[in-house]
């Protein structure tokens, strides 16, 4: 099994920045895919960003040009730069990763638990 454990949320104000660090662990082979969602509260949850193994990265409209997505797969942990942050950026934030762990024979798509990110006017 693997699990994913976010960390760096909190209250900032707009205009602020943030980091998002999302470690994965426990019996992992290989890691695909890497990405951040958010979910506002009465909204459907969306993508922010992703991140392929070779680096390539996918933005939302919204974040583009204030958000950047990195991972450093040594430490299989993905992280979220946010800058410029605006109350509209205010939501929980989950990471999720494809994950193939030892003796597995495919990929399975795990979650982290959330972090909350609160940016006040």
């Known amino acids: 099994q693997a699990q994913l454990v976010e960390s760096g949320g909190g209250l900032v104000q707009a205009g602020g920045s943030l980091r998002l660090s999302c470690a994965a662990s426990?019996?992992?082979?290989?890691?695909?895919?890497m990405g951040w969602y958010r979910q506002a509260p009465g909204k459907q949850r969306e993508l922010v960003a992703d991140?392929?193994?070779?680096?390539?990265?996918n933005y939302a409209d919204s974040v583009k040009g204030r958000f950047g997505i990195s991972r450093d797969n040594a430490k299989n942990t993905v992280y979220l730069q946010m800058n410029s942050l605006k109350p509209e950026d205010t939501a929980v934030y989950y990471c999720?990763?494809?994950?193939?762990?030892?003796?597995?024979?495919?990929?399975?798509?795990?979650w982290g638990q959330g972090t909350q990110v609160t940016v006040s006017s």
């Open positions: 426990g019996s992992i082979f290989s890691i695909s895919d």
């Open positions: 999720n990763a494809g994950v193939k762990i030892y003796y597995s024979v495919s990929y399975s798509l795990y």
């Open positions: 991140i392929t193994s070779g680096g390539r990265t």
